[in-house]
Structures are given as structure tokens and as C-alpha cells.
């Protein structure tokens, strides 16, 4: 079975940086893909990072300049470096990756969420 899990959040004032972390483990495995969506109180889960094993990356408006997400392959992690981190930024985020088992690939793969909340 494969499992993702965050690590990372906390509580930060308007301006700092959190780094976050999601590991997948599990049995035999290949990502094609992985990325990071966030849910705020009454609002739906939104899609804020994408990074694809082709080389490409991908940003909400909302984060485009402030937030870098990163992959160690090796090590099956992936990081999202926040910078500049607005009150607007504060919800739960998810790791979600794309993975092949066998010859099932599916994306519905997620970890249970770290919460990020920045407030003054």
C-alpha cells in the first residue's frame, strides 16, 4: 500500500516562510507526478503546485513568485518552499500524486494534510 504523508506546517505571521514536506512510501512503485492542493474552511480543494516527472512546474496565480516546489526522487519527497506567506494562504495542504502500481496508474493518491495558518 502507498502512502503520503505532509509535514511542515504551523503557525507563521504575514511575511514568513514554511517549508513543507510529503513522503510517499509503500511497495513497488513509480510517480509520474506529484503536487500541492490546499482547502480552507467552507471552500473548496484548489490546486496550488504542480510538479511533473517531464520536467515541467506549475503555480496558482495566487502563489506564482512566493511558493517553489521541489522533488528528491531518490528519496520519493517533495517540497513546497512558501515565502512571503499571506493570511490568505492559510488552509490545510495535501500532498497528491500520480503513481503506477503494476499497470494501474491513478492519481488519486493523498497524504492526511498539515495545517498552515498565517495570522498576526
Known amino acids: 500500500q502507498v502512502q503520503l504523508a505532509e509535514s511542515g506546517g504551523g503557525i507563521v505571521q504575514p511575511g514568513g516562510s514554511l517549508r513543507l514536506s510529503c513522503v510517499v512510501s509503500g511497495d513497488s512503485f513509480t510517480i509520474y507526478g506529484m503536487g500541492w492542493y490546499r482547502q480552507a474552511p467552507g471552500k473548496q480543494r484548489d490546486l496550488v503546485a504542480i510538479?511533473?516527472?517531464?520536467?515541467?512546474?506549475w503555480y496558482e496565480d495566487s502563489v506564482r513568485g512566493r511558493f517553489t516546489i521541489s522533488t528528491d526522487m531518490a528519496k520519493s519527497t517533495m517540497y513546497l518552499q512558501m515565502n512571503n506567506l499571506k493570511p490568505e494562504d492559510t488552509a490545510v495542504y495535501y500532498c497528491n500524486a500520480d503513481i503506477k502500481r503494476g499497470n494501474v496508474r491513478a492519481n488519486g493518491y493523498w497524504g492526511q494534510g498539515t495545517q498552515v495558518s498565517v495570522s498576526s
Open positions: 510538479f511533473s516527472v517531464g520536467g515541467n512546474t
